[in-house]
């Protein structure tokens, strides 16, 4: 039964000096939530509605997006680790909650641990799913090859070669490779419906930013595993890692490395990269588990 229709509304946030129209949606009736949707090339609000839509029933879920991010125009805000810390803090200053639950999910998980550090009492508890702290060069190149990964960047970010070279690599066929490849554990779950509604989000206005920078590592929030892990500190409120049983290696190390200090509770659930999205039943009933 539907707890409720999706309700959206703007944020009118100001980040750094600039101002950043972030659409919200709401969903569900109970206590405060604040669900973060992961950031990558693909990211936008809506993969986090299916979980929002599972937790309605007992939390008041707000998802917004990301600056940079989503299917809508993007704001011109630079992108870096710097600014999205600032639009969480703008964030929290304008939906303060407090919140009794944060959920997070890929790299907007650091971030959320951060702003939770920065924020005692704006969190009854964290929920991390697949939390990642590096972007796709770096875990697959490796810090040997860092100088090339700000090179990219700029090509991409060039007017007309760098809208070229993104259309090329942000095609329909690709964007169905990469799914099927880390974002979900079934292929057959990637259809042609979800590739389509995917390559929608790539094609808004000013897109390729916000992808040149996750992609090269511009909006990792640590720059190594052991500054990552550092953010696990004392301060927190109970924080829980949900470990998808089908995450690349190299990603699924990172968390493995996370449970492994026996800082944060954890649980597996299915799916890769994106099981908030591809399974969010089991992911709410691990959550409500907890």
């Known amino acids: 039964m539907e707890v409720s229709h999706d309700q959206a ?19 569900g009736e109970g206590a405060p939530a604040l669900l973060l949707p992961a950031l990558s090339s693909i990211s936008a609000r809506e993969e986090m509605l299916p979980l929002a839509r599972e937790l309605g029933q007992t939390y008041r879920c707000l998802v917004p997006d990301w600056p940079g991010f989503g299917a809508h125009p993007r704001a011109r805000l630079p992108l870096n680790p710097a600014n999205l810390h600032a639009f969480l803090d703008a964030l929290l200053a304008a939906a303060p909650g407090p919140y009794a639950l944060g959920v997070a999910a890929g790299h907007a998980a650091p971030y959320l641990v951060a702003a939770a550090q920065r924020h005692p009492g704006a969190f009854a508890r964290l929920v991390l799913v697949a939390p990642t702290w590096r972007g796709p060069l770096p875990t697959a190149m490796g810090p040997e090859r860092a100088a090339w990964f700000g090179r990219i960047r700029r090509a991409v970010e060039m007017p007309f070669l760098g809208e070229a070279l993104y259309r090329i690599n942000i095609s329909p066929p690709i964007i169905g490779r990469m799914m099927r490849a880390h974002v979900y554990a079934e292929p057959a779950h990637v259809t042609p419906a ?36 550092a953010l696990f500190g004392d301060r927190l409120p109970p924080v829980q890692v949900l470990r998808p049983e089908g995450a690349p290696r190299r990603s699924g190390a990172e ?6 200090t026996g800082r944060v509770a954890s649980a597996p659930v299915p799916g890769a990269l994106s099981a908030h999205e591809e399974f969010p ?3 709410a009933a691990a959550i409500r588990a907890a």
């Open 255 to 260: 968390m493995d490395a996370l449970i492994g």
């Open 281 to 283: 039943r089991d992911v």
């Open 194 to 229: 979800v590739i389509a509604a995917k390559h929608r989000i790539t094609r808004q206005s000013r897109g390729r930013f916000g992808t040149a920078a996750f992609v090269t590592g511009g909006l990792d929030p640590a720059a190594s595993r052991a500054d990552f892990l």
């Open 9 to 27: 509304k703007i944020l009118d946030l100001t980040v750094a000096g600039h101002r950043v129209a972030t659409p919200c949606a709401e969903i």
